[in-house]
């Protein structure tokens, strides 16, 4: 399973191994940091969905860089965030995507529970995937994909309508992760937040 936790070091400090499968893991968050925890899921190729819950006693200082063929789209379902002091804020029913060309380096969850769905896309892996499930080659062709998901890191837009729905969705199908109607869900999340981003 291609680890998304592994991605940066961040992520390697806050949280702990529980329990590790082909295309399951499960994490606590280190009692240093505080309370909760995490599950990373292998829905197909070129895909994972992170469920998170954290409450963390203070602000966290880190790295936080994805690698450069990694882009994390996070959802958020209650609380709020800010990033990088101010610079990135998140509140309940936002989006934002993350990739590997900003260092974010402080994480202040305002010391409320913060709940999220996240989506992490590896290219190109995902664009395989996309051809096969959509029977295409055209995003094998088209270069639009990568900029879409490579433009200016830590863009936040508020999710609406479909893009809403669609996450609240995703959260209530965790433990039926490997079924193809997640599958369906991640496909049909994935392609209105691309047309959200056009």
Same mark, same amino acid.
């Given at each position: 399973?291609?680890?998304?936790?592994?991605?940066?070091?961040?992520?390697?400090?806050?949280?702990? $191994?529980?329990?590790?499968? &082909?295309?399951?893991?499960?994490?606590?968050?280190?009692?240093?940091?505080?309370?909760?925890?995490?599950?990373?899921?292998?829905?197909?190729?070129?895909?994972?969905?992170?469920?998170?819950?954290?409450?963390?006693?203070?602000? #966290? &200082?880190?790295?936080?860089?994805?690698?450069?063929?990694? #882009?994390?789209?996070?959802?958020?379902?209650?609380?709020?965030?800010?990033?990088?002091?101010?610079?990135?804020?998140?509140?309940?029913?936002? @989006?934002?995507?993350?990739?590997?060309?900003?260092?974010?380096?402080?994480?202040?969850?305002?010391?409320?529970?913060?709940?999220? #769905?996240?989506?992490?896309?590896?290219?190109?892996?995902? #664009? &395989?995937?996309?051809?096969?499930?959509?029977? &295409?080659?055209?995003?094998?062709?088209?270069?639009?994909? *990568?900029?879409?998901?490579?433009?200016?890191?830590?863009?936040?837009?508020?999710?609406?309508?479909? @893009?809403?729905?669609?996450?609240?969705?995703?959260?209530?199908?965790?433990?039926? *992760?490997?079924?193809?109607?997640?599958?369906?869900? $991640?496909?049909?999340?994935?392609?209105? @937040?691309?047309?959200?981003?056009?």
């Amino acid at each position: 399973m291609r680890n998304a936790k592994t991605g940066c070091r961040f992520s390697n400090e806050l949280l702990r $191994t529980v329990c590790k499968g &082909t295309d399951i893991e499960c994490f606590s968050v280190n009692p240093e940091f505080g309370t909760g925890f995490v599950r990373s899921f292998q829905v197909m190729p070129g895909v994972q969905l992170i469920y998170s819950q954290l409450e963390l006693q203070a602000p #966290v &200082t880190r790295p936080y860089q994805l690698r450069s063929n990694m #882009v994390e789209l996070s959802f958020c379902l209650d609380g709020e965030v800010c990033i990088d002091a101010s610079e990135i804020k998140i509140g309940s029913g936002d @989006i934002v995507i993350l990739n590997h060309t900003h260092n974010y380096a402080r994480f202040d969850f305002r010391g409320c529970p913060f709940l999220r #769905v996240s989506m992490v896309i590896f290219l190109p892996e995902i #664009v &395989t995937t996309l051809n096969i499930m959509l029977g &295409t080659l055209s995003f094998e062709e088209d270069e639009h994909l *990568y900029k879409l998901f490579l433009q200016e890191p830590g863009l936040v837009i508020g999710a609406q309508g479909r @893009i809403a729905q669609a996450f609240h969705e995703l959260r209530d199908l965790p433990e039926k *992760y490997n079924n193809y109607l997640t599958r369906l869900k $991640t496909m049909e999340l994935l392609l209105y @937040i691309m047309g959200e981003l056009k």
